[in-house]
């Protein structure tokens, strides 16, 4: 029930009745108080009241005016005519063509993230648990549109399905990307929110198609209707190759394939033509169809490209597929419409005509394959009746058998195989019920595995962006709008019950106004995240959420009327390339829509866009989807990623570039809204067929606000900065051993700013040629660096337990608990001493001379603990060489002061003649949550000590803790603990 439409209405008739009550009510009593005078002056009807009763009547109905009036326009769109759904069916087909030819035992029957076709041809073999979604509901897709049947169904959703149960998961979730050749996750290990709640979303669609499948009729006129669509792309194919000289065949040929499309048509509401059809179709018209291709490409081939060749030969194989495919679903399923076709000439007799009759009853062409089972018991009782009646026919055919065999009569061999062809069919189709009962069991399974609890922030009442697995730590970025495709997962999360409802009131709700409605604002303003959630949950009219996907759409369609494009804006490829020659990928959205910043800089038309938006304004994307055929946006496997039309990106004179690859998503997004929107929202209804979707139906229908202030996106709008940069090659990130023979070292640096590191935690930092921290070359022992101690603090009266490190130095610790890792930007020490884990994170700022060193620990007992955290680092603001030869010198001229409010040491090195510079260097300590002052020491003999080492430092040992020291000492560090 649409309750927020029905309670809106309400809300209207009790707005009328309130406000227009009195009204009514006093014509009411004029019209009696006028006829009660009239009456007793005995005048019957009053003369006044003859003339003012229309005045009266429209005052008494004036509450009930008021609210028709008020009510809501439905907004139908105008349907598409035949010629505009082939045009769909015609990129449906194409489209599913590209997970046809990529998804296959190469990459683990997963989809490769990408198939780029120029300029240079190659295959992403990775993929994404949305990627993997997104193959499932295409595969039901396919079968929707009759490019598959139940048996080719079954066997892609089972082997992909078999995939996933060898792919590593944490806690229930499939990593954010896995290489599809080998299946190991690549680096970093990622959990997505977003992704997993689309996977959820795929397989609770796949678990409810299976349930349903074995009620679906077997021979149906969906697999005639694919046909069609192959037919037609191979005519299209055909007009794209036509030259002058070959006119004359490919107008044969494509007459010839009109003319079976007509005789298709013809016998759509005849099925007991169907099979005598498939037979001609797939015989002779095909073989001369085959001959009149083989002789075009014979003939021409010289005059024909490689690439229209390849098209051709492709198309002509979709079809011969899809041949095979009814073939095998007729021998395997329903293996009696043939027998039928051509029954023995005896059971024509008219002993036999009546249990013929009745065996036809019992084994329909139109069958479902859960039905077989027991339409085939039935039938074999009139198998008996028939043995029994060729029986009393030729008596002596049973006293015969047995003492010499006998010719078998045509009658009963057919008899014979006809058995046969019902035990081969019901094991077959036991098998199948059974196959999509398993399938529905695993996608059941891994929906009920997915824990999205911990990627749950009690606190704010939203979800973090994800959990990075290399660091064990959430991102502490959050989906917080409503206007995302994130609310997937929000939905899946709510309804598992592992989240709570007002979560959902929780998600942010800024909206702005488009064409005199309200709409949501979204982050980036994409048809992504407007679009994506409807192809899976209800929208209702005249919500907020249908509204806003609505607005979006006509919002953008504004947009691209205005810049003379195209319309379709949303993340995608674009027209740069990285050194590989792969293109680049990112969000594009629409001005006016999200809170991104540039929005305006680029202008990117990705052709899924708008297809998505089929159930919206079916007219305005069929229109779209036309104009970007005629700027060559279509290719052998549907519409191409995008047409890049940014200035700045394009050679001189050239207006728009195409970016000539396909996103596997984006290609299932294409499929799904088709089927949707063809087959009466298919995928919505499987989706809301789950009772878990269905108990939370009601906050999809939530009501538009009526006096909530617009804002406007464009306040904060901000022209970005384009920068032609060349994209890095990806380094993945890699293990290094604690203890080596000779340190194994890694460099971060800006080009200014460096930080030398070994695995043991030495090393030291550099601005230009001005090194900071001493530090000597030692390959042993490796005691020279920057080190971060951690020790644990008893009662106020006791003094500190012993410190450790965060890393291997100064403190040497048991190397098997000690893991070192290093990034091409970064360097990463976890350490678990004392049952607590510690994990410090070394990197330089991108642009600015900033070296960070983040610290996460995390207490492994169940009990409260009290740590201290202790920096350590020696100063020298000079060369190393320099401060090597004169130490004692050098530490003369350098200076400290502590800024208390900031937790900051600024260290200066003053000049020593007018040729050098001031340098300054600062030390800060953040604590996340926390405004006490630190401790500081600036004198390294106060930290270490009287016989003291930097294994056992005083400061740390001591109650005291450490001294505050700071301006001039004789042997400079920086030192803050808290």
Not at 401 to 406: D, R, V, W
């Amino acid at each position: 029930a649409q309750t927020a439409r029905l309670i809106g209405l309400q809300d209207l008739r009790d707005f009328a009745s309130q406000k227009m009550g009195v009204a009514a009510a006093l014509a009411l009593i004029l019209t009696t108080t006028l006829q009660i005078l009239s009456g007793l002056s005995r005048t019957g009807v009053a003369p006044a009241l003859t003339s003012a009763s229309p005045v009266l009547l429209l005052w008494v109905l004036s509450p009930y005016i008021v609210w028709w009036i008020n009510r809501p326009i439905p907004d139908t769109p105008d349907p598409l005519n035949e010629d505009q759904i082939n045009l769909l069916r015609q990129v449906a087909r194409r489209t599913w063509g590209f997970f046809e030819r990529f998804v296959g035992p190469e990459d683990h029957w997963l989809p490769p993230d990408h198939y780029q076709e120029s300029p240079v041809g190659t295959i992403a073999h990775r993929t994404s648990p949305t990627n993997i979604g997104l193959l499932l509901n295409s595969t039901l897709a396919a079968y929707d549109l009759g490019y598959l049947d139940q048996l080719g169904l079954a066997t892609r959703l089972s082997t992909t399905m078999e995939t996933l149960d060898q792919l590593e998961r944490y806690r229930g979730h499939f990593m954010n990307w896995y290489d599809t050749l080998t299946l190991q996750p690549l680096h970093p290990q990622y959990i997505s929110t977003v992704d997993s709640g689309n996977l959820a979303a795929s397989l609770i669609v796949t678990a409810q198609a299976c349930k349903t499948m074995p009620d679906a009729p077997i021979f149906r006129w969906d697999l005639w209707q694919g046909y069609l669509d192959t037919l037609s792309n191979l005519t299209e194919t055909l007009t794209g190759m036509r030259k002058p000289e070959f006119d004359q065949q490919v107008e044969e040929i494509n007459q010839r394939i009109s003319a079976l499309h007509a005789d298709i048509l013809a016998a759509r509401s005849h099925r007991e033509s169907w099979y005598p059809l498939y037979l001609k179709a797939s015989g002779p018209i095909w073989q001369d169809l085959s001959h009149r291709l083989m002789e075009l490409v014979a003939v021409g081939r010289s005059a024909f490209d490689l690439q229209s060749l390849g098209k051709l030969q492709e198309v002509s194989a979709q079809t011969e597929r899809h041949h095979l495919a009814v073939q095998r679903t007729i021998m395997e399923l329903v293996p009696w419409i043939p027998l039928f076709h051509n029954p023995p000439a005896l059971f024509h007799e008219p002993q036999f005509v009546t249990t013929m009759a009745a065996l036809r009853t019992e084994l329909p062409n139109n069958i479902a394959f859960g039905q077989v089972h027991s339409h085939i018991e039935k039938a074999r009782r009139h198998i008996v009746s028939l043995r029994n009646l060729l029986t009393d026919v030729d008596p002596t055919i049973e006293a015969v058998e047995k003492t010499e065999p006998l010719p078998v009569n045509p009658a009963r061999e057919w008899l014979e195989e006809l058995v046969r062809a019902l035990a081969h069919a019901d094991a077959n189709a036991g098998s199948l019920v059974t196959k999509y009962a398993q399938i529905m069991a695993r996608a059941e399974q891994y929906v009920r595995e997915m824990d999205f609890t911990f990627l749950y922030h009690s606190q704010r009442r939203v979800f973090h962006i994800g959990f990075n697995l290399v660091t064990g730590q959430l991102d502490q970025n959050y989906y917080d709008l409503l206007a995302s495709e994130a609310r997937i997962a929000s939905i899946i999360a709510i309804a598992k019950g592992e989240v709570p409802h007002s979560h959902w009131m929780h998600l942010g709700r800024p909206v702005t106004r488009v064409d005199g409605s309200y709409v949501l604002l979204s982050w980036s303003g994409t048809m992504f995240e407007y679009l994506m959630p409807p192809m899976f949950l209800r929208s209702y009219p005249g919500t907020l959420l249908a509204d806003s996907a609505r607005g979006a759409v006509l919002h953008q369609i504004a947009y691209g009327k205005a810049k003379g494009v195209p319309w379709g804006i949303s993340e995608s490829g674009f027209y740069r390339f990285d050194t590989n020659q792969n293109y680049q990928y990112r969000a594009f959205g629409v001005p006016g829509l999200g809170f991104k910043r540039g929005l305006a800089d680029d202008l990117v038309i990705a052709p899924y866009a708008s297809l998505i938006a089929i159930g919206y304004e079916p007219q305005a994307v069929v229109q779209n989807l036309a104009s970007l055929i005629e700027q060559k946006m279509i290719g052998l496997y549907g519409v191409y990623e995008s047409i890049d039309f940014t200035v700045d990106r394009l050679l001189l004179d050239v207006p728009s570039a195409v970016v000539g690859e396909y996103m596997a998503h984006h290609q299932g997004m294409i499929l799904m809204a088709i089927d949707n929107y063809l087959h009466g929202d298919i995928m919505i209804q499987r989706m809301h067929s789950d009772p878990r979707i269905q108990s939370v139906e009601l906050l999809l229908q939530e009501q538009v606000p009526h006096a909530v202030p617009p804002q406007d996106p464009y306040a904060e709008d901000v022209k970005g900065v384009q920068r032609l940069t060349v994209a890095p090659k990806e380094v993945n990130p890699w293990r290094v051993p604690v203890q080596t023979p000779i340190p194994e070292v890694n460099l971060l640096s800006n080009g200014s700013y460096n930080v030398l590191l070994s695995n043991m935690g030495g090393g030291y930092s550099s601005w230009r040629d001005i090194d900071l921290t001493r530090w000597q070359p030692d390959g042993v022992l490796d005691p020279w660096g920057t080190w971060i101690y951690i020790q644990e603090l008893g009662s106020d009266s006791q003094k500190p337990l012993g410190p450790w490190s965060v890393a291997h130095q100064p403190i040497p610790g048991d190397p098997a608990d000690i893991q070192v890792t290093y990034f091409a930007h970064m360097a990463v020490f976890r350490r678990t001493e004392n049952g607590v884990t510690s994990n410090m994170e070394v990197t330089v700022a991108p642009e600015d001379p900033v070296e960070i060193r983040r610290i996460h620990v995390h207490n492994n007992i169940g009990k409260g603990r009290r740590l201290r955290l202790t920096s350590y680092g020696e100063v020298i603001l000079a060369p190393q060489a320099t401060d090597a030869r004169h130490p004692a010198f050098n530490k003369m001229f350098i200076e400290s002061e502590f800024i208390a409010d900031l937790n900051l040491q600024i260290f200066m090195r003053r000049p020593r003649s007018n040729q050098e510079t001031t340098i300054y260097m600062g030390h800060m300590l953040v604590v996340k949550g926390s405004q006490a002052v630190v401790q500081h020491e600036a004198d390294r003999y106060r930290f270490i000590g009287r016989a003291q080492t930097m294994q056992s430092p005083a400061g740390l040992t001591s109650l005291e803790g450490l001294s505050g020291t700071t301006g001039a000492t004789l042997n400079p560090i920086f030192a803050l603990g808290q």
